[in-house]
Structures are given as C-alpha cells and as structure tokens.
C-alpha cells in the first residue's frame, strides 16, 4: 500500500492557524469529509474518541490521529502542517506542527495497523 492509495491532493492543507489540538482535529475531520457532506462530525468524534485513549504525537513535531468509522467503504487520509505548534500530548512533551489524519473502516484492523506502521516509519526521525 501506498501514501496515494488514500491521501489525494485535495486533502493535504499547509500554513493552517490551528491554536489547539481540538482545532487541529477539527481541519483534519473537514478535509476528511471533503467528499463526504455531512461526515465531519462523525470523523471528528472517531478521532477524538481515539485521541482520549492516548495522545498520537509520535515526536518531533509530528502527531497521527486515526480511528475508525462504521459505514466507510474506504481508508482515507489527510495531511495538515500548522503555521505554529499546538500540544498533542506527544511522546517527547513537543508541539506538534505536522498531522496526518487516518479514517479506516471499523472492520478493517488489519490494513489500520500496516498503515499506522508505515506513517510511523515514514515521519520518524533518520
């Protein structure tokens, strides 16, 4: 599987004024919905709901928000790099300028977990 395969152009946003993590998720979920009217709400809940659990700020300035979502026919990403750093509860205690949101199918356990491999290896440090 590839970046391609679930993030279009369309939904990768630069320079965003986002002052909190809320904000943040909330443009992540928006960019999510693009094609999808109505959705934003839900893709923000999955992704709250998710960051309660732990927060997805790997380090270094970098944060993967994810969840799941009952009815998605498809994996779907978003990319957002922030004017400024907000607190995502990273690992490192850093602020978090660059997010990559990820939307899978409830059922799909599986391609969410190779998926969240391949961003956590794509944005570690070398």
Known sequence: MQLTDFLSPDRIAIGVDAHSKKRALE???ELIAH???GRAGEIFD???SRERLGGTG???GVAIPHGRLKDADHTTGALVRLR???DFD???E???DLLFALVVPEEATEDHLRILAMLASLFQDP
């Open 94 to 96: 850093q602020p978090v």
């Open 27 to 29: 443009t992540l979920s």
């Open 46 to 48: 999955a992704l709250l």
């Open 58 to 60: 790997i380090g270094s």
């Open 84 to 86: 400024e750093g907000v």
């Open 90 to 92: 990273a690992i490192d």
């Open 35 to 37: 094609d999808q009217p």
